[in-house]
């Protein structure tokens, strides 16, 4: 940043704050320009991945499936945007720790449905683990946990008040994914 140096003698901005006719000091070089402070810029970048997430959720509620290609369009989406605001490290941490939480959870599953003698594929379908797969770099490993109890949660209330045999897991899940990420914008 060759335009800071240049800048040195005027980066202090002296202000009277009325209120309490106290001066106060803000030194310039010590903020980030990279980040905005504005939310709404930020979160251009996830308005695709919201589309996405409806196209799923409609295609999940009308047919009980979704199609390969808009899973594989909504983790590059969450790919790009996470990359992008956490860095590839941060990204691939988060990712890591999630898909092991999602390997417990769902190995616990597994037994479970073992122990009951029933069908693993007929309860958990693959889109289901493909979409949580796909959004696991979003979320820190604590807003990842939470966004699959609260998706869980709300599938299995919403299938027993609309006496639904099979859940639409990913469409449920793509309901949900809208609201944590408005929290996640502008909470």
């Not at 320009?33 to 409806?54: E, K």
């Not at 919403?158 to 006496?163: D, H, N, V």
Request: aromatic share 16%; hydrophobic share 60%; charged share 15%.
């Amino acid at each position: 940043m060759e335009w800071m140096g240049s800048l040195s003698s005027v980066t202090k901005l002296a202000w009277m704050d009325f209120a309490w006719m106290d001066f106060a000091w803000v030194d310039f070089t010590q903020m980030d320009f990279a980040r905005t402070d504005f939310a709404w810029v930020d979160g251009i970048g996830y308005l695709p991945l919201l589309l996405i997430a409806a196209v799923l959720a409609c295609q999940d509620f009308r047919h009980r499936e979704v199609e390969g290609a808009w899973l594989v369009l909504l983790g590059g989406g969450v790919f790009v945007v996470a990359g992008m605001e956490l860095g590839l490290g941060g990204m691939l941490r988060n990712w890591a720790i999630n898909v092991a939480v999602l390997v417990v959870l769902l190995g616990g599953l597994w037994l479970w449905m073992r122990f009951r003698k029933q069908s693993f594929r007929g309860a958990f379908g693959m889109g289901d683990a493909a979409f949580m797969l796909a959004v696991a770099p979003l979320f820190s490993p604590r807003t990842y946990v939470w966004f699959l109890l609260t998706s869980c949660v709300v599938a299995l209330l919403w299938g027993l008040a609309a006496r639904w045999r099979h859940i639409p897991l990913v469409g449920v899940m793509g309901v949900v994914l809208g609201p944590f990420i408005v929290a996640k914008l502008w909470g």
